[in-house]
């Protein structure tokens, strides 16, 4: 007898059972390798070939199988590589991005309008400055672009936002469009979030900006499928339906809750939720899906149906669903394995999950292989894939010894209320706590990554909103399903759902005052997640192969070791720093001394969006620095310091440095933005520290600053930009003149022969972002600076509107010693001991 044999006959392992797992697996394999490694696609292609060749070769030879699986893996590989490499890598000629340059340039586009336009409008908790006004944003089908003889077809989409809005856009209208045109440029700052690169990994290349509504022009919309039209006008229909209830912040929050469309207003929640690690409330997930299908489930059973029967109509439903919902990755994978458990019910068939999920992931992947980059997309998955795999053992882990003792328990017939709350009230709360314990340590490594928070209160939030969280839902559901046949029954629920989201607001509000809601963490790398997730894995086979406690052990110490590296700061530099940072028009520069301190010289910007948490905060947490020990701001313009009060409220700062009159401009008028500033100022206790011409502030016994400006006698009329602190940073005998806004006045004031020489130095920061005065060649001739530094939303050259200006800016910009934040993003000066270097975020031609 064979001695094979039996083994021939036994059943096959867990992996017969998941055959999509390993070529989903395969397939995300090769989409890293297609996006990050530099290969020809020529390369995937004929290793794939070689690849197929090998597995139809080794077809029908059972000693040959795992070289024919393998083969196989190889194939799958090789395709998503080359999918993804020419997906990413490549357009065709007549995409849109074709007729772009490397500025915005005019242009008029027609299209279709293809998302739900949305109402932007700038952070309503930037409190002080000047705020945009509000845009309509949507995505557009780009159908033809027009040239100076004729309409060119093109293709492409396009991320088109309206100045001023326009609220009778909807999706499907086409539209003829005038305005600006360009690509989406890399961030301008270390540490600033990378909107080209995500809004590549969306298949978006192109922008548009359209100054009015004007310039918007609806045409026909005859050429849209009926069924499409009909889709736009159910979604648009149960949207305006969920926005009904309540003011406009509940009904979006419910809207968000139960279609998935987060609305800009909720940024302030969101960011809150994030903070807390609740966040996956807020957006469509498998949760949303779970109560909503369950619930389903739970109807179809309470009216007598079968299983089967009950299990084809929450397919229905489901598929209903889909059609209202926005089309997100955690929507669509919860969708694909809901389906998959609907279908295996119906057929009397085993359901495997893993299976299931990896079927979702091959199906999502092959639609959109860049999805794999997104964040919600791997949050998704891995979550998923942790509760399915880690969920029991986690279980018996936590709870075996009171799993085991409870089977000892025996509850005689009366005592069903006994027996209800041991077993079914029991099981529900063990389920929560596990899944929320699990799904919250597989998330922790990518929150870290990217969003470079930890969240200690995560899991227990979790399990304390999610009753709040379901009666939302459910509530929503039962409104949006009752809004035809019962609309008075419809209202009544969704005033129900719209009181339960204002309740879940101010929890979160509350919620959000706790300590240590949400540490911030300095930048983790890939490896580093890689290396969490290797550690969880071989904690959870410990005890299947040798030594598998002490290799577990050393890898979970080599795990926090490595933790601990990441965290580090950032050892001093040898030199004195400055660092101007790009924020518009606006100014903020950060000083980091030989001594490894950091000082903030302004902080504000007229952009109208948050600059401390999208800019400062980003910067100080990629270059890995302390906290600012201390703050000096120029003058009372709220250009440079409305992202003060943000800074305020995350960390604080000790010492905030004035020019002697900067708030006695008019201290009666509360509602200036002066006043607001030091309102804020001493509600944080903060130390003010007045300062005027001949003053130094000595930051270490290298680094000084030195007040040329203001004197004490300037008369009370005098422009609030003359009254600026002219600040002379000074080390080891180099130094860096900061000259505020100072105009005419001043700038003649010091150039006086008394006060010129302490002007002098090897770097000038220009005065007002680098606007023109008649005293300003002269000022910066005066100083003699090596390096011209200017933060400023404009470039040089085009600021000469008189001959005499552009003679000045073009010699200036021709110099190569310019340098402005419009064109080259961060600057970086290091001076000090012998040196004096620039360097800049955007690499010059």
């Known amino acids: 007898m064979d001695p094979f044999a039996g083994s021939l006959t036994r059943p096959r392992g867990r992996l017969h059972r998941i055959p999509m797992a390993p070529l989903a697996a395969a397939l995300m394999a090769g989409i890293i390798a297609g996006r990050y490694l530099p290969i020809p696609v020529g390369v995937y292609a004929f290793a794939g070939g070689a690849a197929l060749l090998g597995a139809i070769g080794a077809l029908g030879r059972k000693h040959l ?6 083969c196989v893996l190889v194939v799958v590989a090789c395709l998503g590589a080359a999918y993804v490499h020419l997906r990413y890598f490549s357009v065709g000629d007549d995409h849109i991005v074709t007729c772009t340059a490397r500025h915005r340039t005019l242009a008029t586009l027609r299209g279709r309008i293809v998302t739900a336009p949305t109402t932007w409008q700038d952070d309503p908790s930037v409190a002080l400055g000047w705020r945009r006004p509000m845009r309509t944003v949507f995505i557009l089908d780009a159908e033809a672009i027009r040239t100076e003889s004729a309409w060119r077809p093109i293709r492409g989409l396009v991320r088109v936002g309206i100045d001023e809005g326009d609220p009778h856009l909807a999706a499907g209208q086409r539209l003829e469009l005038a305005g600006w045109i360009g690509r989406f440029t890399s ?47 159910v979604r648009a229909g149960a949207r305006q339906h969920l926005l009904s209830f309540g003011d406009a912040h509940e009904g979006r929050l419910i809207n968000a809750l139960v279609l998935g469309e987060r609305h800009p207003a909720l940024r302030r929640l969101n960011d809150a939720m994030i903070r807390a690690g609740i966040a996956h409330f807020l957006s469509i997930s498998g949760l949303h899906l779970g109560i909503f299908l369950g619930f389903v489930f739970l109807l179809c059973r309470l009216i007598s149906l079968t299983p089967r029967q009950s299990a084809a109509a929450v397919l229905v439903v489901l598929a209903a669903y889909l059609l209202l919902a926005e089309p997100r990755p955690p929507l669509l994978r919860s969708a694909v394995m809901a389906a998959a458990m609907c279908a295996a019910t119906i057929a009397r068939r085993r359901h495997a999950q893993l299976n299931a999920l990896a079927v979702a992931a091959a199906a999502l992947l092959i639609a959109d292989p860049l999805r794999l980059f997104d964040v919600g997309f791997q949050l998704s998955f891995i979550i998923v894939t942790s509760l399915v795999c880690v969920h029991h053992p986690a279980r018996r882990l936590l709870f075996g010894w009171f799993l085991r003792r409870r089977g000892l328990t025996v509850f005689r017939s009366e005592q069903r209320i006994r027996r209800w709350l041991a077993y079914t009230l029991t099981n529900w709360l063990i389920a929560g706590v596990t899944i929320s314990l699990v799904a919250y340590v597989a998330a922790a490594p990518l929150v870290a990554r990217h969003f470079g928070l930890f969240c200690p209160w995560a899991p227990l939030l979790s399990i304390v909103l999610l009753p709040l969280v379901a009666a939302i839902l459910i509530a929503g559901y039962v409104s949006m399903a009752m809004a035809w046949p019962a609309p008075n029954l419809s209202h009544l629920v969704g005033r129900l759902a719209s009181a339960l989201a204002e309740q879940l607001t101010a929890v979160v509000e509350w919620l959000s005052r706790l300590p240590a809601m949400g540490l911030a963490l300095r930048p983790v790398g890939g490896w580093w997640v890689v290396a969490c997730y290797v550690a969880l894995a071989l904690l959870l086979v410990r005890r299947r192969f040798r030594y598998g406690r002490i290799v577990s052990l050393a890898a979970v110490v080599a795990m926090i070791a490595a933790t601990v590296w990441t965290q580090r700061l950032a050892p001093p530099p040898n030199v004195a720093e400055l660092n101007l940072l790009a924020v518009g028009a606006g100014q903020c520069a950060v000083l980091r001394t030989p001594s490894g301190q950091t000082f903030l010289l302004d902080a504000g910007t007229q952009g109208g969006y948050d600059a401390a948490n999208q800019i400062i905060r980003p910067f100080f947490r990629a270059q890995r620095l302390p906290s600012p020990s201390a703050v000096f ?91 600026s602190l002219v600040l002379r940073i000074v080390c080891d005998g180099r130094s860096v003149l900061l000259a505020g806004d100072v105009q005419v006045m001043a700038q003649t004031a010091l150039m006086t022969a008394d006060r010129s020489a302490a002007l002098q130095s090897d770097a000038l920061v220009m005065p007002h972002h680098g606007g023109w005065r008649q005293t300003l060649p002269a000022f910066v001739q005066a100083v003699g600076p090596q390096a011209v530094l200017v933060s400023t939303s404009r470039s040089l050259t085009s600021r000469g509107t008189t001959a005499r200006r552009k003679e000045f800016y073009d010699t200036l910009a021709r110099s190569g010693h310019a340098y402005t934040t419009r064109t080259d993003g961060w600057i970086q000066l290091r001076f000090g001991a012998g040196t004096f270097e620039v360097r800049t975020m955007r690499r010059r031609p």
């Open 633 to 723: 701001i120029s003058h009372g313009n709220t250009d440079h310091y409305n992202a003060l009060p943000a800074l305020l409220r995350q960390s604080p700062i000790g010492r905030v440095y004035l020019s002697d009159d900067f708030d006695r401009a008019d201290p009666s008028d509360v509602e200036q933005p002066v006043a607001h500033l030091m309102g804020v100022l001493d509600d944080h206790t903060v130390q003010i520290v007045r300062l005027s011409a001949g003053m130094t502030v000595e930051l270490d016994d290298r680094t000084s600053i030195q007040v040329l400006w203001p004197t004490m006698d300037l008369p009370a009329a005098t422009d609030p930009n003359d009254r």
């Open 187 to 233: 961030p301008p700052n270390p540490g600033q979030f990378d909107w080209a690169a995500a809004m590549r990994n969306r298949g978006l290349l192109v922008q548009m900006s359209v100054p009015t509504p004007d310039g918007a022009m609806l045409l026909s919309d005859a050429h849209a499928p009926w069924y499409r039209r009909a889709l736009w006008h």
């Open 65 to 70: 199988l795992p070289v024919a699986t393998v």
